[in-house]
Nanobody, 120 residues
Framework: QVQLVESGGGSVQAGGSLRLSCVAS?????VAWFRQAPGKEREGVAT????????YYGDSVKGRFNISRDNAKNTVDLQMDSLQLEDTGMYYC????????????????WGQGTQVTVYA
């Protein structure tokens, strides 16, 4: 089991930026960022294979968000630029074995989440 701790959430004005960080107790095969807004289903944001570095992004964040990893520190960061009101939600880091389709069932380990609030 991999322990995951997120940080970096906060409140930001629309158009601004935030950088989230996920620290893992080990080096998972695949790390993902998911988010969930009140009353909405969980949504896959971005994933990264920690060995090869291949990344995938949800359609709503392509071109605005960037996921990266530092295997020496067991961290995966999510740089979020041009934030929109619709980006508001709780952001979760998850570790699993398949990065391609944002299937939450393939991620057995989850962090507690960090809140991101974008205001007008």
């Amino acid at each position: 089991q991999v322990q995951l701790v997120e940080s970096g959430g906060g409140s930001v004005q629309a158009g601004g930026s935030l950088r989230l960080s996920c620290v893992a107790s080990d080096t998972p095969y695949c790390v993902a960022w998911f988010r969930q807004a009140p009353g909405k289903e969980r949504e896959g944001v971005a994933t990264i294979y920690t060995r090869g570095g291949k990344t995938y992004y949800g359609d709503s964040v392509k071109g605005r968000f960037n996921i990266s990893r530092d295997n020496a520190k067991n961290t995966v960061d999510l740089q979020m630029d041009s934030l929109q009101l619709e980006d508001t939600g709780m952001y979760y880091c998850a570790a699993g074995w398949s990065c391609r389709d944002f299937d939450g069932t393939r991620f057995p380990d989850w962090g507690q989440g960090t809140q991101v609030t974008v205001y007008a």
